[in-house]
């Protein structure tokens, strides 16, 4: 199983907390976990926490017995809104307000302002009479991860990029406005090599790679792979890689001047993700990640890993032994989903109307 749908952790989060090495056997393990964390985690927490752009439909007059200038939203959490309509009449936007306006997003109530002629209502039935096309989420908080390093149609779906330091298995991408989901990652030759006067040992203390250029060069915490050894990146300076050997599982060997390096820079990914439109993408275009709240991510971490580690003892996980030996409780995570909760997650509430 691979990941596809939004998830709120990365393969990478989840294999490094567990010390997993890098096989296709794993892989689908913790895929498996990551996307059952995340749905418990919504569940949870009663929100759903990735951006997606959406037109949904609301009744009006509504069984909220609101007031006719306020909508409640309930469980659609807006982020912005594109174009908002009633009855078959759009409301500019300098008529309505998102609130709370302090606080948001995420935005759980849609306001007209009273100092405007705008106003719900006027369609031929209650019935969906509330059109919003928006961005429906909790934050849209993103980082600038990389560029685009060759150009791609809108069917493509390998992508090649110039750094996946900051991306893994899992993450939401932003391309101008299309979102893309990564679903795997693979090694690409970075037309880097190890210099022709230099080589590598077969020891652990053999760290010191002399490269052939600067251009395209591996980055401090990316994962390389000469021949068959991969290797981290700890430290660069100038033509100069510091590594650490026999990376993820894999055997010491030597490596002889002007070997390739390779770097996992083809990212497997789904197009036209949450609502958006594959499009075209030129070489050089900025490569944006969402950013999942951080305590959100490390509950679908644990989450994950609770799911694998119950799962190898066949959900039978105990602690102590002999006469002290019981069942493993999970205290800790039961008390990382309570502060999850009480920090990010969705209350029942007694509003006024």
Not at 3 to 17: L, M, S
Request: net charge negative.
């Amino acid at each position: 199983m691979a990941i596809t749908a939004p998830v709120y952790c990365t393969r990478e989060d989840v294999k490094e907390a567990l010390d997993v090495k890098e096989t296709a056997r794993a892989n689908g393990r913790v895929d498996r976990a990551i996307e059952a964390a995340s749905r418990t985690v919504e569940g949870l927490l009663h929100r759903r926490f990735y951006p997606q752009t959406a037109t949904r439909y609301f009744d009006w007059p509504n069984a909220q017995r609101a007031r006719p200038w306020r909508l409640w939203l309930d469980d659609n959490e807006l982020i912005s809104v594109t174009t908002l309509s009633s009855g078959g009449t759009a409301i500019a936007a300098a008529d309505f307000f998102l609130e709370p306006n302090r606080s948001g997003p995420p935005y759980n109530q849609l306001q007209i302002d009273l100092d405007s002629s705008s106003a719900f209502g006027g369609g031929s039935t209650h019935q969906r009479d509330i059109t919003i096309t928006g961005l429906y989420g909790y934050t849209n908080d993103e980082t600038l991860a990389c560029d685009v390093d060759e150009a791609m149609t809108a069917t493509e779906t390998d992508l090649d990029v110039t750094d996946t330091t900051g991306i893994g298995v899992g993450n939401i991408l932003r391309i101008g406005t299309e979102r893309l989901i990564v679903t795997e990652k693979t090694m690409k030759d970075t037309a880097v090599n190890i210099d022709a006067g230099d080589s590598l040992t077969a020891s652990v203390a053999d760290v010191s790679i002399t490269m052939s250029t600067t251009t395209a060069a591996p980055t401090v915490g990316e994962m390389i792979l000469i021949d068959s050894e991969r290797m981290l990146v700890v430290d660069k300076a100038g033509l100069v890689l510091t590594v650490k050997r026999a990376w993820d599982g894999t055997v010491l060997a030597t490596h002889a001047a002007a070997a390739d390096i390779y770097a996992p820079r083809t990212l497997t990914v789904t197009r036209g993700a949450l609502g958006t439109t594959a499009a075209t993408m030129a070489a050089g275009d900025d490569i944006y990640r969402w950013d999942v709240p951080g305590p959100v991510r490390e509950l679908c971490i644990a989450e994950a890993l609770n799911t694998l580690l119950q799962g190898q003892s066949g959900y039978a996980r105990t602690i102590g032994s002999g006469e002290n030996q019981r069942e493993m409780h999970g205290r800790g995570l039961r008390e990382l989903r309570e502060s999850v909760y009480t920090s990010h997650g969705r209350k029942g509430r007694i509003r006024g109307v």
